[in-house]
């Protein structure tokens, strides 16, 4: 079975600010691992992935996440935060098999403040 | 890309009528679509898995009668709330995975009156 944690329901960064949200898994099998991003009302878009290829991940505006095995981690950072960051934020993880869902986990809001 | 059409975008429902939420692979053939159900300031919580001609899988504690999955074709999942009440209103999200990796329809708000 695969299950993610993230560490803090709730980030506060200043504009300009490195951002850092955390997450942990736990799975089975070696896992594949994503991190999402929700604006207010509207679905998912993907930030980046990891498929068991290269360890660090680079996604979409400026935003990567380093696998680290021996921590279980996905954590993902920005090096500048920007006021449209303002989101949530959520990590999850599947099984390397087709059919298999995608677990997420409970989300991390991101404020940025100016 | 791989593309998932999810409609309505919302709807609002009276308390105990039923509503139909639909998801079709625009571009490829979604063998197996995932739904979930994610309350206000809360995660994505997985229903059901739903594979093409036979009956979904549901997650613990979901009732499959008040949730009924059709997955009739390839391209088309359909997810129905019977009954609705206001404890069922909620966003929700239909999920398929094409060779590329996953992909999630734009979500159905659900206010039941």
């Known amino acids: 079975a695969q299950s993610v944690t993230q560490l803090g329901s709730h980030v506060s960064v200043s504009e300009g600010a490195l951002v850092l949200l955390r997450c942990n898994y736990s799975?089975?099998?070696?896992?594949?691992l994503f991190w999402y991003v929700q604006y207010p009302n509207q679905g998912l878009q993907l930030l980046l992935k990891?498929?068991?290829?290269?360890?660090l991940v680079k996604g979409i505006n400026g935003f990567e996440a380093e696998f680290k095995k021996s921590e279980t981690s996905f954590h993902l950072t920005k090096p500048s935060a920007h006021m449209s960051d303002a989101a949530e934020y959520f990590c999850?993880?599947?099984?390397?098999?087709?059919?298999?869902?995608?677990?997420f986990g409970k989300g991390t809001t991101l404020s940025v403040s100016s | 890309g791989a593309v998932v059409s999810q409609h309505p975008s919302w709807v609002i429902c009276k308390s105990g009528t039923s509503v139909k939420i639909e998801c079709r692979s625009l571009?490829?053939?979604?063998?197996?679509m995932f739904w979930y159900r994610q309350f206000p300031k809360q995660s994505l919580m997985l229903m059901a898995t739903?594979?093409?001609?036979?009956?979904?899988?549901?997650e613990q504690g979901v009732e499959k009668d008040k949730f009924l999955i059709n997955h009739a074709s390839l391209t088309l999942s359909t997810l129905t709330v019977t009954s609705a009440h206001p404890e069922d209103s909620s966003f929700y999200i239909c999920?398929?995975?094409?060779?590329?990796?996953?992909?999630f329809g734009s979500g159905t708000r659900l206010t039941v009156v």
């Open positions: 571009d490829f053939q979604a063998t197996t």
């Open positions: 999920s398929a995975q094409p060779m590329e990796g996953y992909t």
């Open positions: 990891y498929t068991s290829a290269a360890t």
């Open positions: 739903s594979n093409e001609g036979s009956k979904a899988t549901y």
């Open positions: 799975s089975s099998v070696p896992p594949y």
């Open positions: 999850a993880v599947s099984a390397n098999q087709a059919g298999t869902a995608l677990i």
